[in-house]
Every structure is written in C-alpha cells, then in structure tokens.
DNA sequence: AATGATAGGGTTATCGATAACCCTAAATGT
DNA sequence: ACATTTAGGGTTATCGATAACCCTATCATT
C-alpha cells in the first residue's frame, strides 16, 4: 500500500507537506500543491483512514443498528439514513440484530471498538436498555429510533404508535365491528405497549369492552402459532376483525386464517401497523397505518450529525412521525 | 477512552503484557492474567481496532456492495453474507450503491481507505469494470456476486439467469402463448443478456420467431414507462404474455396494465425473475424463478475468506446458483 | 541597511496496539 | 557446583497520519 511517506519521496518534500495537500491546511504554493497532487494520482493513493482516525480521535462513520433487515419499514429507514449520512460526509456501518439481544451486545461491542461518532440505534426492546447504558459510559452520542427504552432519556425519533392504532381500530369499529382482537408484538417493546394502549382506548372511547382473550402478545417476526390463533378464533364469541401490530404479523395471520378456509376481508377483516411496499404496490389489499420509514432514517442522522457536532440544545429532543392510515380492501362493514 | 496503559498502570505491569493477556500469545502466568483481565473489567476497557488494524495490517471487516436494499433479492443475499461472516469472525460493513455507479465509485473509495480485509461485491453493470480492476490494483480480494463482468477473471456467485429464463419461457409457451414479450434490465447487466439469451432460446427450441417489437430494455428498477409500454401493447399483433426480467418489473409491469384495464391472469399473464418474499407469502400470485439469495451471500462469504486466507486454489471459482420455478396464478393457458 | 513580517515548508511527538527481541531469576541437568 | 533452560515479563520500534511548533529565505518597511 502506498503511503504519504511514498508521496513525499517521489515529490521530494516532507510528509507533512503531503498531508497538509490532502486536507487543504498550512501555507503550500501552488506549485507544489501540482507537484504532490500529480504524484498522488500517479502512485493511486488512498488515505489510511484507520491512521487518520487513531490521531484525529474520530472516524466520520455512523453506525446503524436495525432489527430486521428483511422488514421493509427498516429497509427504507436505512435507505433515509444512508442518504442523510451522505449528504453530511459519514460513512455508515450496517447492523442487523435480528430482534435479539445477544446479537445486539455483539455489535454494540464492535461499535464501540471500531470508536464510530455515533450511533443509529433500533432497540430490540425494553433490555437494550444496558446496551444503551454502555454506549453512554463510552460517551458515543446515540439516537434512538423507532422503539423507546424506559430507563433512557435521549434524542429519539418515532412514530406515534398510540394514535396510528386509534386510528384503525376507530375505523374499525365504524365499520360496525365489535370484537375486535389484537395480534401485537412482545411487551417489551414500547410500540407494542403502545399500540396497546391505542387499541383499548379506541374500544373504551366506543364503549366497548376490552376483552383479554382477544389480545395476543407474540414477537413482531414470529407470524406463525397455530395454537395461539385456535384459541382466539374458537371462543363463544370469536372476533369479526384483527389488529396485527405490525406487516410481518399480519401476513402470518391472514395466512393461517386462509388456511383455515377463512377468506379475508369477508369472513374477517384486518388491518395493521406499517405497509408493505413492493407487496402493496402489487396488490393494494392491506388496509395500514403506514410510518414514514425514510424520514425516520433521515431525520435521525441528522438528529446526530447535530448532537455528534454540538449544534445542538443539550435536552434530549423527541420527534414524533406521524403515521398515515390507509384504507384498502382487508377490512369491510362487518357482514356485508 | 481507556487504553491498553491504563490498565497496564493500574494492573502493575507493561503495556505488552496487556497486549499479550489480551491475545492470547506469550507467557503470562495465571495470576497476572487474572490480575489484568480484572482491571480490564473494572475500567470497561473495549481494544481500539483503529491501532489494532494499523500494525496489523488487517481489519477484520468485509464489506457487502449491494445494489437496492429495498429488493428482498439483496436483504436476504445480505443476511446470508451477514450470519456467514459472523461465524467465520469478521464484520460487515455495508453499501448500497442503488444501481448508479457514481455511488459505487464512492464506496469503492470508502472501502479502501477503510482497508477491508475484502468484498462482496454485486456490480451495478458492465461499467463496474473499472471500480473492480481498482480493487485489484490494491491487492483487495473480492467476490463478484449475481453479475458476471465482463474483463474482469474472478470468483463469482450468480444465478443460472439464461437457464431460469428458459424455464419461464417454456411454461409460458406450453400454456399455448406464442407472442410473449421480454421487459427486461438494461443490456449493460450480465443477467440481463442472459434472461434474453434464455427468453430467444426458448422461443427458437420452439420454433417461435423473435419478434424484437416484443422486446423492452429498461433498468431493473425503474417500472413505470408508460409510453414504451403502450407501444408494446397496441401493436397489430399484442403479446398474450409477458416475461419480466426481475420482480420490480414485474410490479411496475402489473400496475400499468391494471391501470389499463388490463387484468391479469385472465387478458394477460406474467411471469418474472426473483421472488418477492413477503407479497408472496401474502398471496401466492405471481409465478417466479426464484433464486437463493441467502446461499449466495453465505456462499459469497464463505469464497472470500477462503481466498483471503490463501486456502482457496489461485483459480477463479465460479459458483452457479440454479433457481427455482414456482409456479401460481399470475398465468394461464391462452384464451381459457 | 537593519528589522520585522511572511510565505513555504520541515521536525518531532503522538494516537493505541503489537512484533521482535531482550532481560532476569528460578528451575533443571549432569 | 556450574552451565543451561525456561518461565515470566519488559523495551523499543513500528504501523500511517496529523498537530504543534520550528526554521529559513525573501520581501516589505522605515
């Protein structure tokens, strides 16, 4: 590999010269500044970033952390967050922690050893709350997307999770239904608890009982238990419609419901938290409350690039998306 | 941050004895050792690959290039590459250069001032030429994935795109079509050229004539052309099936025709290339070659450590994936 | 002509970790 | 009892780039 030791040498100057060429700095006459940038073609120079990191103590490398990357609404997130990290000069390493805490510690090690300027961090749910926490004892400036982690009081973009879910379940509950269940990720994470809420306080509002056998904690990737799905659909009285709290959910549960020979929207209607993009554009079936994915990404990097640069007021800023419902065809008034 | 001195002050000793606990090498007795490992507990000492790669001359890190992150093909490619280099000890380091070599020619920059230890590399075209032959100059192993470059002699792993295609055309034209046309990626990708060697193949063995009126080159991500496929539409004699060279196609292509009235199966029927992962698990509708995307990136990985640590032959190695024909609804026998 | 200012560029130490080699006391061999 | 090993650990130089400071002609100033 050729280094600036190289460059000197053929250009006969110092090493320092060469290095104040490649960042602009110090008095060069024109000349030389030729002379060394000719040379720098010729030899096909690359800088040493891992050299130019040890002195300067900083990497311009970003870290996003995300828990799935097979889920469009993190796929977009990331795309958002690409551009945005671009645009400002930062590199961004990817991570995917597949909803799980372990492989979450991993790559919160290998953040913290690669000594990025920040981190873009999805939690996996309520115990990322240490991964957080060590992040903060190594002083890296962090943002939060997505997922609240109680515990932690930092800069945070997210949806509003509790009133997209009002938002379906009031509509549903204008299409007549009335036992409405809800398919919803694990409590330990706050969308879950969220969406929670927002479902019970739709039902309450509408004078309808909230009934805890209609409501179903699983985890936002598993979309398959039969067992669960029995039960709920073997009640007294079984529900006319289904909340699933997120896409992944709900393409497992309109799955098993087909399965079983229970066509949707006519025997049961659902609906659910984020879109599905590709699938959507390909057949507009599901009716959603989408989040605006890319804006998530783009406004967190920028949310750090701020914190990372000190422009910003030192209170943790919240920023809250808002989501969009919209209505295609899985839901319909209920027995028509 | 804590250093490797620190812990050496504080634990009584060198800094090379540190080093040495912490690798693993040289003699160090029990006691010491359990004497530093504790101070490095207590201070939450995390190594600085930054120096560690700098003596070392390697970093550890693989970097992924994938062309669309929103493409299932690539987040599932990407999560094999992903669980493959976990196991095998390196990080990812990730890019998506969105099929615009700009943006490739960027992170070719970026990967080598990182000094990864190699790539996997998923070209956005034959123009890639110039950005691989750059990583050769610099002594950076890689690994082509899914798109052959023409110039360039290397490892790959890629799909048998003319053998899928063919596949596609065959179960086309044995439902009776005869006027099938080709809405393919642009001619500079290898698959591309493939997908129509495989598409013209299929039609010959048949003893169909190539009608190249039937025939649209446009980008594999790109999906609305409404003009180009007007044209393709109202020709005296219409296609009664289309074979799309990818799964982005085929949603732009099923789109425009349904906003023409078009209604597919019944007037007209669609096949394409690549699966579509969650609209498919949605609804079982469009019938697809579907390649392995996890294998190729496990794969791609697995090839390029090999290579990096010299126990692969000096050959190039060429890996071809065979895809999968699945067949469901989106077409039909003619005029049934 | 003497003084100071300035342009242009060089020296040296440093970032954190490791390789290669060196050192010393205790253990071992004969 | 004396020469060797060996266990256990320390010294020094190095990776590539940069900050902070220093040096020396040349130019302007009075």
Do not use: W
């Not at 280094?3 to 053929?10: E, F, L, N, P």
């Not at 989040?291 to 406004?299: D, I, K, N």
């Amino acid at each position: 590999m050729v280094t600036i030791y190289d460059i000197a040498k053929k250009a006969n100057v110092s090493a320092m010269t060469v290095s104040k060429v490649i960042n602009n700095t110090g008095r060069i006459s024109e000349q030389t500044r030729k002379r060394v940038k000719k040379v720098m073609e010729e030899l096909n120079y690359i800088p040493n970033s891992n050299a130019r990191s040890l002195v300067l103590q900083q990497t311009q490398i970003l870290s996003l952390l995300i828990t799935d990357i097979t889920n469009p609404f993190y796929t977009s997130l990331a795309r958002g967050a690409e551009d945005s990290a671009k645009k400002l000069g930062y590199r961004l390493l990817f991570g995917n922690s597949d909803e799980d805490y372990n492989k979450e510690q991993d790559y919160v090690d290998m953040i913290l050893s690669t000594r990025v300027d920040g981190v873009l961090f999805a939690p996996a749910g309520d115990h990322s709350l240490k991964h957080l926490e060590k992040l903060r004892a190594h002083n890296i400036p962090f943002v939060i997307m997505d997922r609240a982690v109680p515990g932690i009081d930092s800069d945070i973009v997210s949806g509003d999770s509790k009133q997209g879910a009002r938002n379906l379940v009031d509509y549903l509950i204008n299409l007549g239904h009335r036992r409405i269940a809800l398919v919803n990720g694990s409590l330990d994470v706050s969308t879950a608890r969220l969406r929670y809420e927002g479902y019970a306080e739709a039902l309450r509002l509408h004078g309808i009982e909230l009934d805890d056998e209609l409501v179903l904690h699983k985890s936002y990737r598993e979309y398959n238990d039969e067992d669960q799905l029995s039960r709920l659909l073997e009640q007294p009285s079984p529900p006319t419609a289904i909340f699933a709290a997120n896409n992944f959910l709900a393409v497992g549960v309109i799955n098993a419901l087909r399965k079983r020979g229970i066509r949707v929207p006519e025997d049961m209607s659902v609906v659910c938290f984020d879109d599905l993009d590709l699938s959507s554009a390909l057949d507009p079936f599901l009716t959603v409350a989408a989040q605006p994915a890319y804006q998530f990404g783009a406004m967190g990097i920028q949310l750090l690039v701020e914190r990372i640069q000190g422009s910003a007021l030192p209170e943790a800023r919240k920023v809250i998306l808002p989501s969009e419902l919209i209505i295609r065809s899985s839901a319909k008034t209920i027995g028509s």
